[in-house]
């Protein structure tokens, strides 16, 4: 069955980095763009970046542009989100999530329940 478990949040100071990881498995990792949401605390879920199947092809929130970048490894199935200079508003539950399968760039849902799969999430707290 298709899993998505996500790792690698933490508590960091503002300025810090992470890199989340999310490890794919149940399903042909490459054939498919994956996703990253994040939920703040007593906020709705908010589409931050979405990776092309071959990494060729990336988007990001205006607001997470130059400080985020995501990757993806289809050997490894797994797909990444290095997060540098970090704010206290990137914190947040983050999720990784599968777009369905034929679409692309455009698909910038920030809705779970709008993606074929998402994982349990990872916690990010940037706080001094």
């Known amino acids: 069955q298709v899993q998505l478990v996500e790792s690698g949040g933490a508590l960091v100071p503002p300025g810090g980095s992470l890199r989340l990881s999310c490890a794919a498995s149940?399903?042909?990792?490459?054939?498919?763009?994956m996703s990253w949401v994040r939920q703040a605390p007593g906020k709705g879920p908010e589409w931050v970046s979405i990776?092309?199947?071959?990494?060729?092809?990336?988007r990001y929130l205006d607001s997470v542009k130059g400080r985020f970048t995501i990757s993806r490894d289809n050997v490894k199935n797994t797909v990444y989100l290095q997060m540098n200079s970090l704010k206290p508003e990137d914190t947040a539950l983050y999720y990784c999530?599968?777009?369905?399968?034929?679409?692309?760039?455009?698909?910038?849902?920030?809705?779970?329940?709008?993606?074929?799969?998402w994982g349990q999430g990872t916690q990010v707290t940037v706080s001094s």
């Open positions: 999530a599968r777009v369905p399968y034929g679409s692309g760039l455009d698909y910038v849902s920030s809705r779970l329940r709008d993606y074929d799969y």
């Open positions: 149940g399903f042909t990792f490459s054939r498919y763009y």
């Open positions: 990776i092309s199947g071959d990494s060729g092809l990336t």
